[in-house]
């Protein structure tokens, strides 16, 4: 069974501090997204990661994937409340099928 | 990115009822994704609609219960059928653009309660 899991479930971290999210997949794959979902809105897609090794950067946020260990991570640099949300990893197993992560709720408090 | 404009945004339905949610593109698009997100859970994939064709289950969905309409390009609609308070969820529709990763961009969701 396919299963995408993320680690942790929950997060609350202190702003300015630095921590790291990650995505574990069971099965091949060399694409995956990072999505953030605000309470009560739909899915903002934030990273694409297309190959092994693949590492983005957007602000305060970093995305790499290692596709021999499947396993994607999302790194969060001197946290700030804005970045309070929940992040999904979303892996595709065939063109256009997504399973999505179990989801980790961050919360950033002063 | 795509504009996606999904409705309606919430209802509240009664047991043994049906609701059809509608997903309209800004533009042309060949997939379009189905997604249920259950309270305090992740995504799941019900169906891909692609136009001119029957829509492709996933496990544990099926068309007499989630039927599914394509009728062009730039819409689509779900049919929630004969609901029960187990399907209160969160239902959401994606299109993928195309280009560059394929991203799916999603629209606002429909939050459904069923009493």
């Known amino acids: 069974e396919l299963k995408v899991e993320q680690n942790p479930l929950f997060l609350s971290m202190q702003e300015g501090k630095n921590y790291t999210i990650y995505c574990n997949y069971s099965?091949?794959?060399?694409?995956l997204y990072w999505y953030r979902q605000d309470p009560g809105k739909s899915l903002e897609s934030l990273f694409v990661l297309l190959s092994n090794g693949a590492v983005k950067q957007e602000g305060r946020l970093m995305a790499s994937l290692d596709t021999k260990a499947r396993l994607s991570t999302l790194h969060i640099t001197a946290a700030v409340h804005d970045l309070s949300a929940t992040y999904f990893c979303a892996v595709d197993i065939y063109p256009d099928k997504l399973i999505f992560g179990t989801g980790t709720r961050l919360q950033v408090f002063p | 990115s795509a504009v996606i404009s999904q409705k309606p945004s919430r209802d509240i339905c009664q047991r043994g009822t049906s609701l059809t949610i509608q997903c309209q593109v800004d533009?042309?698009?060949?997939?379009m994704f189905w997604y249920r997100q259950q309270p305090g859970q992740s995504l799941t994939l019900i169906a891909t609609?692609?136009?001119?064709?029957?829509?492709?289950?996933e496990s544990g969905f099926v068309i007499d219960k989630f039927p599914i309409s394509r009728p062009n390009l730039t819409f689509s609609t779900l049919t929630v059928s004969n609901m029960s308070p187990e399907d209160s969820s969160i239902y959401l529709c994606s299109v993928d653009r195309g280009g560059s990763g394929n991203i799916q961009y999603f629209g606002a969701g429909t939050r459904l309660s069923v009493l």
């Open positions: 609609a692609n136009q001119g064709s029957e829509a492709t289950y």
């Open positions: 099965t091949t794959s060399d694409r």
């Open positions: 533009s042309q698009v060949t997939m």
